[in-house]
C-alpha cells in the first residue's frame, strides 16, 4: 500500500476510535509523570470528557452513507453506529461510577483504570464497525485482555484474584472454541473478508461441506456466547461479578454484553444468514431451533439460581444472564424487527442496570458488605435512593411502564410475528419474567418492611447522583415515549444497510 492509497481513504469515519484511543495514550503518560501522591480523579474527568468528545464525532456521521476502508476492513454502517453509541452511552455512565469509586482497601493503581477501560471499550467499538475476522478478532481480544486486568486490578483482593483467574482461564477457552470455527470458515473459503465469505458461502449446496460449515457454525456460536454469558457458558459470570469492583462490573454487564452480542450479530448473521442448510432456506434458520433451546436453558437457569442468592452482586450476575436469554429470543425469532428490539433492550437494560449498581456502589461502600440486608430500611435513610432503586428493579422486572416492560414486550412479540410462532419460547419467557419477582422483590421488602438498623443517612458522591438521575429518566422516559429511541433509528430503515 502506498502513501497516495493510504491517504485516500475516508479516515474521518475512523473519528470516534482515534478519539478514545487518542485519549488513551494521553491518559497513560500522564499518568506516568504524574507525581504518585496525587489525585487520579483528574484522569478519569479526563476519560470521561474523550468519550463525549467521541459520542458527539458519532453523531456527526449519523446520516452519512455506508463508508468501507481499508479494503473492508473496517465499515461504517447503521448497525456500527447505533451500537457505538450504547457502548458510548454505558461507558460514560460507568466511569462516573468510577470516579467516585472508594474502596476500603486502596486500589494502587488507579491511573491504569481509566486507559485500560478506554481500551476495553475501543475493542468493542472495533467490533461494532469490523468487516473482517482478523479485525474483529483483534477487537475482541482487545476488550477481553483489558477486561481481566480491570477485574484483577484489586492485587490484594482475594475474591477479585481468584475471579481474574477463573475469567481468564475461561475466557481463553473461549477465545480458543471462537478461533477455531472461525478457522473452519477461513480454511473453507480462503478468506477473512466477511462479505467475500458470506459471498461464497452462498454457493455451497454439498452435503459433506455443508456438515462441516454446521461445525464451524457451533464452534464459532459456542465460543461467542462466553461473552454473552448465557448458559451453559455463565460458570464465570457470579464468581467474577463478586470479586471485581463495582464499576468493572458494571461494565462487563452492559458494555462487554453489548460488544458480545455485536460479535454474535455481525459475524453469525452476515455470514450463514445465506448459507443453504438441507431443506431450510439458510443455515442460520437452520440452527434456530438450537439458538431457542439455549435461550430457553438460560432464561430457566438464571432466574431460578438468582432466588438463592443473597450477595446482591452475585443476583445481579444471574439477573445477568438471564436478561441475555430474554435477548436470545429475538435472535432465535430471526423477525424482520430482530435488530431494533435487540438494540432497544439493550439500551433499556444499560439504563436499568447501572443506575441499580450505582446505588448498590453507595449502600455497600457504607456497610462494607454485600449481602441483602444492606438495602434493610433504606426507604427511612434515603427516600430517593429507595425510589429510585425500585424504578430500576421494576424494570428489570418488566413491570408496565418502564423501559424494561417495552424492551420486553418488543421481544415477546417478535415471537410471534415469524411462522411457525415460538409459542414455547414466549411462554418460558412470560413464566421466567414471573419467577424474576421473587428476588427483585426481595429487595422491595428489604428497603420498605424490614427495620432499620443503623439511622444515619447515606451519602451521594456527586457522579453516582449524577449516573442515578440520567438513569432514571431514561428508564422512565422510554417506558413511557418508546418513539423517542426509535426516532433516533428512523434514518436507518430498519438495518436494510447490514447485508450490503
Known sequence: MDFETLLSYEWGVMMPEFIILGVAVALSLIDLFMPENRNRQLLGLFAFVGIAVSFVSLLSLWTSDVTSILGDTFRLDSFAKSFKALLLIGSALVLLLSIHYEPKERIAYRGEFYYLFLTALLGAMMMASS????????????????????????????????????????????????????????????????????????????????????????????????????????????????????????FLSVVSKTAGFV????????????????????????????????????????????????NVKRMLAYSSVAHAGYVLVAFASLSMFMFEAIWFYLLAYLFMTIGAFAILQVVSHHHDDEDISIFAGLYRRSPLMA??????????????????????????????????????????????????????????????????EHTHRLEWPPGVIAVVVICVIGTVLLGVFPNIAYDFLAPFEHFSDFLQ
Open 131 to 250: 468487516g473482517d475476522l482478523i479485525t474483529l478478532f483483534v477487537g475482541l481480544e482487545l476488550l477481553s485482555i483489558s477486561s481481566y486486568i480491570l477485574v484483577a486490578i484489586r492485587k490484594k483482593h482475594t475474591l477479585a484474584n481468584e475471579a481474574a483467574l477463573k475469567y481468564v482461564i475461561i475466557g481463553s477457552i473461549a477465545t480458543a472454541i471462537t478461533l477455531f470455527g472461525m478457522s473452519y470458515i477461513f480454511g473453507f473459503t480462503g478468506s477473512t473478508n466477511i462479505k467475500e465469505i458470506a459471498v461464497q458461502l452462498a454457493g455451497t449446496f454439498d452435503e459433506n461441506h455443508q456438515y462441516v460449515l454446521s461445525l464451524a457454525f457451533l464452534l464459532t456460536f459456542v465460543g461467542l456466547s462466553f461473552k454473552l454469558a448465557s448458559a451453559p457458558f455463565h460458570m464465570w459470570a457470579p464468581d467474577v461479578y463478586q470479586g471485581a469492583t463495582t464499576p468493572v462490573v458494571s
Open 387 to 452: 425510589i429510585a432503586m425500585t424504578i430500576f428493579l421494576l424494570s428489570l422486572a418488566g413491570i408496565p411502564g418502564t423501559a424494561g416492560f417495552i424492551g420486553k414486550m418488543n421481544i415477546f412479540l417478535g415471537a410471534f410475528v415469524v411462522e411457525p410462532a415460538h409459542y414455547v419460547l414466549a411462554s418460558i419467557m412470560v413464566i421466567t419474567t414471573v419467577i424474576s419477582y421473587v428476588y427483585y422483590f426481595g429487595i422491595f421488602v428489604q428497603m420498605f418492611f424490614r427495620p432499620v
Open 263 to 310: 460479535i454474535v450479530l455481525r459475524v453469525i448473521v452476515s455470514v450463514f444468514a445465506q448459507t443453504p442448510a438441507g431443506s431450510s432456506a439458510s443455515m442460520l434458520m437452520a440452527f434456530a431451533p438450537y439458538v431457542a433451546f439455549l435461550s430457553g436453558a438460560t432464561m430457566i437457569i438464571g432466574n431460578t439460581i438468582a432466588l438463592r442468592q443473597r
